[in-house]
Every structure is written in C-alpha cells, then in structure tokens.
C-alpha cells in the first residue's frame, strides 16, 4: 500500500508539474487537519512522514501553563487513523495541489512584464478577449485591442504582456495589442540585428491600426539600420505589417542632432528648415506650399507621430504662412470675427467694438495700411536721424 501510495504521488507529481516534496508537505498539513478534527486530539500535535516507507507519525509536546511546549516528544497517532483522515486528507491534498499548480503559474510568468507571447482566441465579446496560452489564459481587455480589429475564434494572436496579477484563482495575465512595445518585440523577432543588439529601436510612437513610426540606430557603421529592419525586397517589415493586419509601419533613422530627426520624422515630406524653441520645448518646421498637406497628414497623423517621435511639440508653416506672418506680425490687429451677410452670403469682418462690418476687401486694404503704418517709422528712422547728425557736426 505504501509503494502504491509513494508512485501515485510520483505520478501526480509528474502529471501536475510540481515537486514530491510539495506533495508531501501538503499531504502532512492535510493529516495533521483531519488529527485535529477528532474529539481527543492534542492541542499542539503535528505529523512527519517517512518518505522511503511512506508511514506517518502523529507526534505531539505537552504545553505549559503559558502555553509553551514542554517534555519531550511523543507519539499519539490514533489506531484507525488512515480510514479516519483518508476524507479530509483528499480534499485537502486536492486544494494544495490546485494552490501549488496557481504558484508555478503565476512564477512562470511573473516578472514577464514586455514580453510577447503568443496564444489561441478563445472567446471574444464586446468587453474582452480570451486568449489560450496554454496552461493559462490571457485577457485582453477591449482598451487594448486595435479599433476594428476582430481575428476570428481559434486563430493565432501575438500580445504584448503589460501586466501579470496574482489572484485567488490563479494568476492574471493582461496582454495588449495597441502598445508600442509589441512592435519593438515584433520587430526583435525579424530582425536579428535588434536581437543582437547591433541595431537599436531608440523611439516609437503609435497610432494603432493606422500608421507607426520607428527610429532606429546602429551600433556598426557598417550596418545600416533602417535597411536591416526593412530586409531583402520589404520581407522583414512585411512581416511586422502582416502581424499588425496591415498597420503602416514608417522607419526612420535616429539622430542626435534635433533639426535633422525632425526632418527624418517629418518623412516623407521634405523640410526646408526646422526652428527649435529650447524655452517652449516647440520648433517651427518650414515646409514648401506643396509639402504643406503631406507633412501634416491625413488629419494631422503623419505631424502628430512625428511629435511623439521626437519628444517635441511640432509647428509646421509653409513658405506662404511664413511670408505673411513677417509682413503683418508686428500689426496690431482689432478684435473681431468673421460672419456671413445674411442678404448676400458674403463674409465681412464685425469688429468687437460694434463698429461697422466691412467687406474682404477693405479688411486686406485696413491690413495693408496698418502693415505700412508698422513699418514706416522702422525705415524712416536713420533719415530722421540724419539732419540731426548733420546739424550736430
């Protein structure tokens, strides 16, 4: 009975993945709970079992009037004990099975926080998703899902782990598949120079489902970065692409030199010139007219990435803007706005004041002279000047 009790236990073992010392402290915490169920069972008693023979021992200490043990050790294992405590002992021994099965688990994955995994859709509503990763499920809560991204039950997924809880029920796996972190890990995957650390993801930033931008660096003059991670004809980020359902991916390489990684982030627009602000944390970027709409993107993507990119906030004028801001920056301009005649449908200027609404036309007129107002004193200054200078000699 014993052989078959020390192989049943080595099966279990095997079975469940956890250690024959576990099971058989849980087996000696489970008699010693079924001992001190009986109605003569001694206040301070616990149990020790002999692994080679499989017998156990009920062994207990008289305690003193405070309460301490006192004497020596002596055995009370009750005669019918195994028939007594084989109930108890079961369902104990299953409870510590499943609490032991939970800590391997949640070991397993703790402190696996940015890592990626890959697992099976399980289920699929309208607050999460449930993916299989094996021995443990994975949630993937509907913050973190891609907008409009709905794989099909029983197909592969790859997440990115932002969190791993430990519950009453095993642990608790979060995975996303918005963060930015999944594309580095996706991309360490393809490309072995970022695995061996020869080329570096310095900075990411994400608009999930629609358009990422990467800025890589090498550590090797001779590997060019943005190169390995677009691999022979695209496969690499192909691959990247395929894995997000066809999100864009734009590859840049990193500088240290401000103007030129704007200018890389700013891509594929081309940059006339970039005007760091180091008080405000903002530069103005100077793009010809015909650049203007490609270097902002489709509403606003491709400037706000390349903000985020950078780490700086991102003005982009054209050529035009920056023309008209030097020739009526200094104007002092009336409060007011813009309404439309009602009779008419033209647009006339209402100043604040309730003054008279004028037309386009004499507001480009009032603009031109208070420009020229502007400016005349500036240019008529050295010549004032020079009769002075004239009668002081």
């Given at each position: ?305 390349a903000s985020r990119l950078t780490g700086w906030g991102i003005n982009i004028k054209s050529e035009t803007q920056l023309s008209e ?67 002081a000699d």
């Amino acid at each position: 009975m014993n052989a078959e009790m020390m192989e049943a236990l080595q099966a279990m073992a095997a079975e469940r993945g956890i250690t024959v010392d576990s099971l058989f402290a849980a087996l000696a915490d489970a008699l010693e709970s079924a001992y001190k169920r009986l109605p003569d069972a001694k206040e301070y008693a616990w149990v020790t079992i002999d692994p080679s023979t499989m017998e156990f021992r009920v062994m207990t200490q008289d305690l003193d009037e405070e309460g301490r043990p006192t004497g020596a050790e002596y055995e009370v294992t009750p005669e019918d004990f195994g028939r007594i405590a084989a109930a108890t002992a079961r369902q104990v021994m299953t409870q510590r099975i499943r609490e032991a099965e939970r800590e391997l688990k949640y070991e397993e994955y703790a402190g696996r926080e940015g890592d990626i995994v890959t697992g099976m859709i399980q289920q699929t509503d309208a607050r999460y998703t449930l993916l299989d990763l094996g021995r443990v499920e994975a949630l993937l809560p509907q913050a973190e899902q891609v907008p409009y991204e709905r794989p099909d039950s029983n197909t592969r997924l790859k997440a990115y782990i932002v969190e791993v809880r430990k519950t009453a029920k095993g642990p608790q796996i979060v995975v996303s598949r918005t963060h930015p972190g999944l594309v580095k890990r996706l991309f360490e995957l393809e490309v072995p120079e970022i695995a061996d650390g020869i080329v570096e993801i310095k900075a990411c930033a994400r608009e999930p489902g629609h358009r990422t931008k990467i800025a890589v660096h090498s550590n090797d003059p001779n590997v060019d970065p943005v190169g390995a991670c677009v691999g022979a004809r695209g496969a690499r980020v192909r691959q990247v692409v395929n894995e997000l359902r066809g999100e864009k991916i734009d590859i840049v390489p990193f500088s240290s030199e401000l103007e030129e990684f704007v200018m890389k982030a700013l891509s594929p627009a081309r940059i006339k010139e970039v005007r760091p602000d180091e008080t405000t944390g903002d530069c103005d970027v100077i793009v010809p007219d015909y650049q203007l709409s490609l270097a902002i993107g489709k509403e606003g993507q491709n400037a706000r990435l390349a903000s985020r990119l950078t780490g700086w906030g991102i003005n982009i004028k054209s050529e035009t803007q920056l023309s008209e801001e030097a020739a009526y920056g200094d104007v002092e301009w009336a409060e007011g706005e813009w309404i439309t005649d009602p009779a008419t449908g033209a647009q006339l200027w209402q100043p604040a004041d309730g003054g008279e609404a004028v037309s386009v036309e004499a507001w480009t007129e009032m603009a031109q002279d208070r420009s020229a107002e502007t400016a005349e004193p500036a240019a008529a200054g050295p010549a004032a000047a020079a009769p002075a200078s004239e009668a002081a000699d």
